[in-house]
């Protein structure tokens, strides 16, 4: 338990104001402390650049007065070289030079005003004024940056506010700094004897500093002075701190003891309130868990009719197909009839070109006829031919008998006579050779003659008796197919009658389901408002121990828990009524009783709206997992 919790109210705010008066004026401390270190360092950068502005404003003055160039010439008149010259004369030839004097003028008195004056260079004729690492970077920052006047850093409690120191040749820089041919002494030195780098007017030669101590220079600031600034904001901050806790006592005497007597009020009220709404969570909790048993009843028989209705539906549409097949397949066999006659027509057309078929072989074997005909002509005219052939072979033999009895005279007509009987035997053989030719064609185009018309006559008569068998079966068929149509078209007619009656019937289902919906809507809105009520009163006893809660914890915060506090009025929850605890029992998991007739009426009274305190999806439905096992 924390320390805040033991104190009462009024105490509990004054520490709490009390604490921010401590706060407030530690962060305005701060806060001043801060702006002050900053104005300091503001004040310093201003001296700084204060001492920059005087060490250039004595530069311009001493390159003014113009002593430098007789200076030079007197010493120069005096000497030979500038080795013969003592340390006065040397120091009265630099009092003259315009950067010495500002480096006097920068160091003269530095300790006093707290600051150190610093003069570095890259390439200085004298080693101290050598540049260090770190001013060699802030040396390049000048030589990089023409435009660059002035650089301020603030590192490790120092504060050093640098400027570039260029040559100018209107303040006699180049005398020592310029071309050697310019030397006083003519041998490339400068009148103090420094050899001389031919640099020209503008050259980045060096930088001056001025170093600040932060915390030197306050303390300076401190000294000399009874109470500083920091002391005083302080002193008042505190006195401040005090008055406003003293008036914040006074302002919240009035206030807490108001809330005091509002809390003690409440303590009484919240009792009252908590044992009111436990009774109307009993009594809803019953009225809720009726309506839910009577809406589970009613869905259970909801789902029964949507079942029935679903399966009058199906009949339905399985009588609407079978009329629809039915409509097809009369269709169909009207096609076939259709089919078949004229499937008998075409049998009728091949047996009526069967017939011209034979007609055409007939007068084909007439034709060949006369083919034979021709070649029996032939075969005559060939026999003539051979006859011809052994008279001519006759004549040719009794030309020869008749050649040798003539002796050397016939010779010539022997060989005439035998040359004849050659071409008559020639002859002779070709006419055989054809005659034997004729018979055998004749004899082969009979044959086939005869062979052709058997085989054909034998195909007609096989495919004019299969025709016919064809054209009966295909009548047949006809017959069948007409008795198929006339049977499709009565089934057909049945189903349509089936599907009308399946349709009427399923209409009348769907009122029935129509209904049973409209009992359910109204059941459930009846299970709402009973689950709204019974919602309600459940938050009016959340509310309610809450509020006990709330009036607790007041009365902690007021009074603290080390004091003594007024007692809160506690009320127990009464146990639920006999009545439901014993219809819970009795009632199996997977069965819904209803309630009796009096339950309902207070169903009824229990629907109407006066309580809306819960939104639907606490409203239970048909499809509510509680109705699984039903």
């Known amino acids: 338990m924390s320390f805040l919790d033991r104190l009462s109210l009024r105490w509990r705010f004054l520490t709490v104001v009390g604490l921010a008066c401590a706060v407030c004026a530690t962060l305005a401390i701060g806060v001043s402390i801060h702006y002050n270190e900053i104005e300091l360092e503001h004040g310093i950068i201003q001296k700084s650049q204060t001492i920059h502005s005087r060490l250039e404003a004595s530069t311009d003055y001493v390159a003014k007065q113009g002593g430098l160039a007789p200076t030079i010439e007197r010493f120069t008149k005096k000497y ?73 850093e603030n590192k490790a409690g120092l504060i050093t506010v640098y400027r570039p120191v260029h040559l100018k040749e209107s303040q006699g820089c180049l005398t020592c700094h310029g071309n050697p041919s310019t030397s006083p002494w003519g041998n490339g030195k400068d009148v103090l004897g420094y050899r001389m780098e031919d640099w020209k007017d503008g050259k980045l030669h060096g930088v001056f500093a001025v170093v600040s101590n932060i915390a030197a220079v306050a303390k300076a600031q401190s000294q000399g002075t009874t109470f500083t600034s920091t002391f005083l904001l302080t002193f008042f901050i505190i006195l401040g701190s005090i008055a406003s806790l003293i008036m914040a006592a006074f302002m919240v005497n009035g206030p807490i003891t108001n809330l005091v007597k509002v809390t003690e009020a409440l303590s ?31 869905a259970e028989t909801a789902a029964s009719v949507e079942e029935m209705n679903a399966i009058v539906k199906k009949n339905s549409e399985n009588a609407r197909d079978t009329a629809t097949t039915s409509s097809a397949s009369k269709e169909k066999a009207e096609t076939g009839q259709g089919v078949v006659k004229k499937m008998i027509d075409s049998m009728g057309e091949i047996n009526e070109s069967n017939a011209h078929i034979m007609e055409q072989i007939d007068e084909s074997n007439k034709r060949i006829a006369e083919i034979v005909k021709v070649i029996n002509d032939i075969g005559v ?38 040359e004849v009987g050659n071409l008559a035997q020639m002859s002779g053989n070709a006419a055989k050779e054809i ?196």
């Open 80 to 152: 030979q070289n500038p080795d013969s010259m003592t340390k006065e004369d040397k120091l009265a030839v630099l009092k003259q030079v315009p950067i010495f004097a500002a480096m006097k003028i920068g160091s003269q008195d530095a300790d006093k005003e707290f600051y150190t004056f610093r003069v570095f260079s890259d390439e200085p004729r004298r080693k101290e004024n050598q540049a260090t690492a770190d001013e060699l970077a802030i040396f390049n920052k000048f030589k990089q940056n023409p435009e660059l006047n002035e650089y301020v």
């Open 268 to 298: 009484h009220s919240g009792g009252d309130l908590g044992t009111a709404s436990e009774k109307i969570a009993s009594a809803s909790h019953e009225l809720s868990q009726a309506a839910t048993e009577q809406a589970a009843s009613l």
């Open 381 to 418: 005219k060939t026999k003539v031919i051979n006859d011809i052939v052994f008279q001519t072979k006759l004549l040719s033999f009794n030309a020869s008998v008749e050649a040798a009895r003539a002796g050397e005279h016939g010779k010539g007509f022997a060989v005439v006579a035998e």
């Open 435 to 630: 005659t034997t030719m004729l018979t055998s064609s004749t004899e082969k185009v009979e044959s086939i003659v005869k062979d052709t018309k058997t085989k054909v006559e034998a195909l007609i008569s096989v495919g004019k008796s299969k025709v016919e068998a064809g054209t009966t079966i295909a009548h047949q068929c006809g017959d069948v197919l007409n008795e198929i149509v006339d049977n499709v078209s009565k089934v057909s007619n049945m189903a349509v009658e089936i599907s009308a009656a399946s349709d009427e019937q399923a209409q009348g289902v769907g009122e029935i389901s129509k209904a049973m919906h409209q009992l359910d809507q109204v059941t459930q809105q009846n299970t709402q408002a009973s689950q709204e009520l019974a919602s309600s009163a459940e938050t009016l006893a959340h509310q309610s121990t809450s509020v006990r809660a709330t009036v607790n914890s007041l009365t902690k915060t007021i009074y603290g828990h080390s004091q003594p506090k007024p007692q809160v009025k506690q009320t127990k929850t009464p146990p639920p009524s006999p009545t439901s605890k014993k219809s819970r029992e009795k009632t199996p998991d997977n069965v819904v009783q209803l309630r009796p007739t009096e339950k309902k009426k207070s169903t009824e009274k229990a629907s109407e709206p006066s309580v809306k305190a819960v939104s639907l999806t606490d409203v239970p439905s048909h499809e509510d997992p509680r109705f699984e096992a039903i």
